[in-house]
C-alpha cells in the first residue's frame, strides 16, 4: 500500500518572529508544485497562528508540538486540542522524548494526549524511541512497544488515525544517526506489531524517522521500506536543509 511521504520539522522551542517569517518564506519559495511528499512544519504555539498565516496559500501544513490531554478549564498554561484546531492547526506533536524525559509525560498521559487530538479533528504524531542505555540493554522494541500498546489500549483503530515517530533518544541532536538498517529494523518491528491487531492499519500507517536527520543521510534513511517520512529537528531550522530533505524523500 501506498503511504504518502511525510516530512515534518518540530522547530522545539526556537525562533523569533522574524526568523520564523524569513525561515517559512524560504521554504514557501523553493517548494515544488510536483513534490510528492506532504511537507509539515510544528511551530512553538504562540507563533503557530503567523506559520499558519505565512502559509494559507502553499502546501505547508502545520501543528502544534504539544496538548493538552483536558479539553478546557483551570488548567493554568495549558493549551487544549481545541484551541490549536480553532486556529487551524493540523497536526500535533505528542509524546517526544523531550517530553517524556523532561516534563515527566508518561506513556498513559501521552496516550490520552493522543486522544484528545483526535477529539478535536487534529492529527497526532506519537513519538516513540528508546535511550542509548535501552538499546544497549536490547530492550529498544520492548520500550517502543510499550509506549504504543497505551494507545492501542484506546484501539488499533485510533492509532490508525495518526503518525508514529521513531526517534532514538541517542540520535537526536546528537549528530548521531541511526544507520537505515538499524531503524528500518525498528519501523518493521513496529509494524509487525501492529499488524498482530490489523494488518491493513499496519499497511497505511506512517512512521517516521526522527534524530539527527539531515541533508546527507535523509536519502538513504527515506529510501527504508518502512520510513515513511522524517521528523526533523536542528536541520528544520535552517531553510536549505529542511528543502534538501525535502527534495531527497521526492
Ligand atoms: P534533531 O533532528 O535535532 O536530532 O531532532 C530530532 C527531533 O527530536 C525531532 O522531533
Known amino acids: 500500500m501506498a503511504r504518502q511521504t511525510l516530512i515534518a520539522g518540530n522547530w522545539k522551542m526556537n525562533g523569533t518572529t522574524d526568523s520564523i517569517h ?81 516534563y515527566g509525560e508518561s506513556s498513559e498521559l501521552v496516550a490520552k494526549k493522543f486522544q484528545a487530538a483526535l477529539d478535536n479533528g487534529l492529527i497526532p504524531v506519537l513519538c516513540v524511541g528508546e535511550t542509548l542505555e535501552e538499546r544497549e540493554a536490547d530492550a529498544t522494541m520492548k520500550v517502543v512497544r510499550a509506549q504504543i500498546d497505551t494507545v492501542l489500549d484506546y484501539g488499533i483503530d485510533v492509532l490508525g488515525q495518526g503518525v508514529i515517530a521513531y526517534e532514538p533518544v541517542w540520535a537526536i541532536g546528537t549528530g548521531k544517526t541511526a544507520t537505515p538498517e538499524q531503524a528500518q529494523q525498528v519501523h518493521a518491528e513496529i509494524r509487525a506489531h501492529l499488524a498482530q491487531l490489523d494488518v491493513d492499519v499496519a499497511a497505511k500507517i506512517r512512521i517516521l524517522y526522527g534524530g539527527s536527520m539531515n541533508p546527507t543521510n535523509a536519502e538513504q534513511l527515506l529510501a527504508q521500506d518502512d520510513i515513511d517520512g522524517g521528523l526533523i529537528g536542528g536541520a528544520s531550522l535552517k531553510a536549505e536543509q529542511f528543502i534538501a530533505i525535502c527534495k531527497a524523500a521526492g
Open 22 to 102: 524569513e525561515l517559512v518564506m524560504a521554504i514557501n519559495a523553493q517548494l515544488e508544485s510536483d513534490w510528492q511528499s506532504e511537507v509539515l512544519v510544528c511551530a512553538p504555539a504562540v507563533y503557530l497562528p503567523l506559520v499558519i498565516d505565512l502559509t494559507k496559500d502553499s502546501a505547508i501544513e502545520v501543528g502544534a508540538q504539544n496538548l493538552s490531554e483536558q479539553a478546557a478549564g483551570a488548567f493554568t498554561g495549558e493549551i487544549s486540542g481545541s484551541m490549536l484546531a480553532d486556529i487551524g492547526s493540523q497536526y500535533v506533536l505528542v509524546g517526544h522524548s523531550e517530553r517524556r524525559s523532561l
